[in-house]
């Protein structure tokens, strides 16, 4: 049971706001576990004062600017991480457009029958998309998407009229695929009847090295079980496909990121999960080196180009709370490009240079 008289309520029109009289009662002195907003607010660690705080100055700017309606309300007392998560990013986005002057609307039309979470102004209106980074649980979608494809290709070998040794290892998951088109691509690689070595990659954002080797002898058709080589940066690619769904085609579009991964999300992972890893080339007869990204990013010049940027909130917690900064990867391939500036203590762009490079914009190399 919490005891009210001896909580820090640190600016009480908005947790009366937040939290009407019948639901402190309930959460005060009723069964069951209070939500975890209430215990932030209320709870007797004092160690959380700095974090209450900010949580306070966030809900107050969310109520002073209209943000702060039933739903949001909802969604931050849920018990469920990735509901609650989503909404505080909102809350965290919402107030540093405002800290940075950037007049902002919500509930911008995106799709058909689909609704952003605002609409900024930067030079035009831009629709923007709020998404939380967190760890899932991927083990069951991995086991299935593993498994799919080595139903798939086991059909396929037995539909070959020559014998193969068919390795493949998957790049980047995807919470599905089209059985069908990956049936076609790889038969039209066994009937060509030569060695391959080739990515397969789905609009849902799979990626695939499969490789063949024709074998001459009469044994049965082999297939290794499908190896996986995925980093952290799944999750930051998962983010922007679910918020791709939402973006308009006829204009600007800013997808905003805020990670709750476990462990440190930085400008390498972004640009990894945006760009595609990053590969080196030797050429063994002039030693001759090269350097290329591996087509395994969510920007690329055939897909997603409905997104003009995508933002990643760089949270640094400290005693004080936390402090914010905006990092713009911009899309070199948008239909609808949106400007980039140099960069500032509170906003930096990752875009191209007039040399063709992706730059910090406020990088002084030549």
């Not at 009480?12 to 402190?24: E, H, M, Q």
């Not at 691509?185 to 849902?204: D, H």
Request: with cysteine; hydrophobic share 35%; net charge negative.
């Amino acid at each position: 049971m919490i005891d009210m008289a001896q909580q820090p309520v640190l600016l009480g029109p908005v947790t009366n706001f937040v939290y009407s009289p019948v639901i402190k009662r309930e959460q005060g002195r009723g069964p069951g576990d209070p939500d975890l907003l209430w215990s932030l607010l209320f709870g007797a660690h004092h160690e959380l004062d700095a974090y209450r705080t900010e949580l306070e100055a966030l809900l107050v700017h969310a109520k002073d600017t209209d943000l702060l309606s039933d739903e949001l309300i909802s969604r931050l007392r849920s018990r469920n991480p990735v509901t609650r998560c989503g909404a505080r990013a909102q809350l965290e986005v919402a107030s540093l457009f405002s800290e940075l002057s950037i007049p902002w609307t919500q509930d911008p039309q995106g799709r058909p029958g689909r609704i952003g979470d605002f609409e900024i102004s930067i030079d035009r209106p831009i629709f923007t998309e709020v998404k939380a980074i967190f760890d899932r649980d991927d083990g069951v979608i991995r086991e299935f998407i593993s498994t799919k494809l080595w139903m798939l290709t086991e059909r396929a070998l037995n539909q070959s009229e020559s014998c193969w040794l068919v390795t493949s290892r998957i790049r980047t998951f995807a919470m599905n695929f089209d059985g069908q088109h990956f049936s076609r691509w790889i038969r039209r690689r066994l009937a060509k009847g030569v060695p391959f070595e080739e990515e397969y990659s789905s609009s849902t954002g799979l990626l695939v090295l499969v490789s063949g080797n024709p074998r001459d002898d009469e044994s049965a058709h082999l297939q290794s079980p499908p190896a996986t080589d995925v980093s952290a940066h799944i999750y930051i690619r998962q983010s922007c496909e679910k918020a791709y769904e939402q973006l308009p085609d006829d204009r600007p579009t800013l997808v905003v990121l805020r990670s709750f991964l476990s462990v440190r999300c930085g400008e390498y992972d972004m640009i990894n999960a945006l760009y595609g890893q990053r590969q080196l080339s030797i050429n063994l007869r002039t030693h001759e080196r090269s350097e290329a990204r591996a087509p395994d990013g969510f920007i690329s010049p055939t897909r997603h180009r409905r997104v003009s940027a995508v933002a990643h909130l760089d949270v640094r917690g400290g005693e004080r709370g936390h402090t914010y900064r905006l990092d713009f990867y911009h899309n070199p391939f948008a239909r609808h490009p949106i400007p980039s500036e140099r960069g500032t203590a509170l906003v930096r762009h990752f875009a191209p240079h007039p040399d063709g490079f992706l730059r910090w914009t406020d990088d002084p190399t030549p």
